[in-house]
């Protein structure tokens, strides 16, 4: 399947919706609100559906219509008592709306139990339930799981933003690096696919969701060349890379912790983001985590980017169904993850859907001074490079820093070699100490010290050329990767 991703690329970029219709002398009567309702026009239709209901109160019809049209406005909340009462009329559909409102506003155990009322339902109708609500019910269950380890994170603003360039508004500082459109990318696309793609600072590599088999996107790199040109896209790892949609990685400076957005039966519903980082022993990315509410919901959110210069993230979502619109949330990002604990359910259902920004607040907390620093930036900024050691490549090419690196591969042997020779400078201090403590030392306190002292010796030993093999390796992988060898 040509998954959502295409539509949530127009649709994440971009929630597309109806127009609104042209001005009407009068008031639509109940059959025109049908008619609006079944378009896909519901602001327009609840107030003739909220008008009659006035008159008939225990109508199911009306109850079913009115409170679709609060849940498909956002009103999550208010539209279940309606949908409650459509239900307790026997309205067939409305035990699927209700559970589809429970679950937005994370009343996720209710939207269980809605759902499954829904699927009993459709079998006593004698009709099979498909796969969407097998998978609502999945979603809800996780949510069930998920509710109870709500990150306190203080979000600090947020920006209704035009779908179709949701991106600009990243105030990103030139240290995190930039994202960009198709439109900006060096190399031209093997099809006209709309994307958003990172670029680090280095400027040497691009992060990117693309659809590079069965219409599947998933997360590929195209690293730069000699003479300005750019590699074909590639997979960026099959341990990532499942038969979901993966698309807007953000890595941080590290360049081993990656954010990107999936699909699929591990999300809430839509995009939920997740979080990966690069193993060197694997030499592969460790299992991707969700990283649960308030970022994600049951709706699409993605795009998580963190600026570790001034120490603010970034992400958006279609949650707040805003035609046309996408909300773009700025936070504080934690060191490490605290939950809340102790909350009311409704409070705590509240946070993790972000309600109120107001209410994520520290107590006195004062954030004007954070938001003027993020307005002053100037993404496009010259950053001096500045000198992280000395590796000789060849025929006098010297790298200074991690960005220089053209290889992947190349840069994670470097950086085996830089932490094995931190291992081995380590314990050879280790054993100097030792040795200055073992001649200090009696008879007795010598005995005890030789085995340890050998042993350390012996491992040393080992260790000693480990830091010269992996450079060796790093050499041979950048040279390989230039067409240098």
Known sequence: MYKRVSLILLSVIGLITALPIEARAE???????????????????????????????NDGSLNHWYGVCLYETGEYEASIPYLKKAVSRRVLQSNYYLGQAYAAACMFDEAVGAYEKYVEALKKDKREPDST?????????????????????QVID??????????????????????????????????????????????????????LTDGNYDLCVSNSLLGGQWSRLQSLSATLNTPDNQSFPFMLADGQTLYYAQDGENSLGGYDIFITRFSSEREDYMLPQ??????????????LAIDETLGVGWFVTD???????????????????????????????????????????????????????????????????????????????????????????????????????????????????LRRTYAKSSAAEKAKLQPTILALEKKI?????QPLEYEKRARRAELS?????
């Open 158 to 211: 947020s920006l209704t933003v035009d779908s179709l360039s949701f991106f600009e508004a990243y105030r990103l500082t030139p240290e995190s690096g930039r994202l960009v459109s198709s439109e900006e990318l060096p190399f031209d696309l093997p099809q006209d696919t709309p994307v958003v793609a990172f670029v680090p600072q280095r400027n040497d590599i691009i992060f990117l969701g693309y659809p």
């Open 461 to 465: 030993e080992q260790m000693r050329n």
């Open 319 to 433: 949650r707040n169904h805003i035609p046309g619109k996408l909300t773009v949330y700025i936070f504080i990002p934690n060191p490490e993850k605290e939950i809340y604990t102790d909350e009311p359910n409704d409070r705590l259902r509240r946070l993790a859907r972000i309600s109120s920004i107001k209410e994520t607040w520290r107590e006195g907390a004062d954030y004007s001074q954070l938001l003027e620093a993020i307005a002053q930036i100037d993404p496009e900024a010259a950053i001096a490079p500045q000198k992280e050691f000395t590796f000789v490549l060849c025929n006098g090419i010297v790298y200074t820093r991690s960005q220089e690196f053209h290889n992947a591969e190349a840069l994670r042997y470097y950086n085996m070699a830089r932490d094995a020779e931190a291992q081995l400078t380590q314990a050879q201090s280790r054993l100097n100490e």
């Open 133 to 153: 609500i097998v998978a609502k019910i999945t979603s809800a269950k996780l949510g069930s799981r998920m509710i109870s380890g709500v990150e306190r994170v």
């Open 290 to 303: 969700n990283v649960g509410m308030p970022f994600n919901s049951v709706f699409n959110d993605y795009m």
């Open 27 to 57: 008031v639509p009567t109940l059959d025109e609100a049908r008619e609006l309702y079944k378009a896909g026009k519901y602001e327009e239709a609840a107030p003739v559906f909220a008008k009659e209901l006035k008159r008939k109160p």
């Open 481 to 485: 990767f230039r067409n240098m060898l």
